[in-house]
């Protein structure tokens, strides 16, 4: 069984950085493809950005330039550093695993395992 295992949330403030990481295990491979995804309070969850078997990232535009995907294969573990943090970066985070895709997709319907998601906080 896959799962997925997101660390690294807390509270941070404005122009800070945070580094979440999302550990697979359970037979995942470093070829699938692994999104990140936000939810704030009363909206709806949301693409952050992802990363490909390849190492090719997509972003969505309110992070460009300041939000950065990787991945470590030998440890089966993507990574999302999250530079000059705003308040309205703040919402619960969650890694998605996608098995059936080659590119990085931006609907939450296309990836079929997630993580329990973790917490970062934005204070202005």
């Known amino acids: 069984q896959v799962q997925l295992v997101e660390s690294g949330g807390g509270l941070v403030q404005a122009g800070g950085s945070l580094r979440l990481s999302c550990a697979a295990s359970?037979?995942?491979?470093?070829?699938?493809?692994m999104g990140w995804f936000r939810q704030a309070p009363g909206k709806e969850r949301e693409f952050v950005g992802g990363i490909n078997g390849s190492g090719n990232t997509h972003y969505v535009d309110s992070v460009k330039g300041r939000f950065t995907i990787s991945r470590d294969n030998a440890k089966n573990t993507v990574y999302l550093q999250m530079n000059s943090l705003k308040p309205e970066d703040t919402a619960v985070y969650y890694c998605a695993l996608d098995i059936r895709r080659w590119h990085v997709s931006i609907f939450k319907a296309d990836y079929d395992y997630w993580g329990q998601g973790t917490q970062v906080t934005v204070s202005s």
């Open positions: 359970g037979g995942t491979s470093s070829s699938y493809t």
